[in-house]
């Protein structure tokens, strides 16, 4: 079972920075995607950035120019710097990986637990 711990969260003012950080354990060769979501209260779940097969980024507009979607391959660790931070990116943020089952021929999603971004004005 692929495993996803995130570390990064926290509480920040608007405008300062902050850097989460997602490493996956167990069979990683096996991953085809990785990315960040976040839920806010009362919200669903969007898609805040994510690599794609080629190995590019895609990044949610209300994101885009402010956040960064790095990786360390060699630590199996995917980062999203978060920079020029607004209340309204405070939610709940999760680590996304998912991996193709040639059995059942689809992808299976695996999620970190969440770690909490608060930005207060």
């Known amino acids: 079972q692929v495993q996803l711990v995130e570390s990064g969260g926290g509480l920040v003012q608007a405008g300062g920075s902050l850097r989460l950080s997602c490493t996956a354990s167990g069979p990683i060769a096996s991953i085809n995607s990785m990315g960040w979501y976040h839920q806010a209260p009362g919200k669903q779940r969007e898609l805040v950035a994510e690599f794609t097969t080629d190995g590019s980024a895609n990044y949610a507009n209300s994101v885009k120019g402010r956040f960064t979607l790095s990786r360390d391959n060699t630590m199996n660790t995917m980062y999203l710097q978060m920079n020029s931070l607004k209340p309204e990116d405070t939610a709940v943020y999760y680590c996304?990986?998912?991996?193709?089952?040639?059995?059942?021929?689809?992808?299976?999603?695996?999620w970190g637990q969440g770690t909490q971004v608060t930005v207060s004005s």
């Open positions: 996304h990986a998912d991996r193709w089952h040639p059995i059942s021929l689809s992808l299976q999603d695996f």
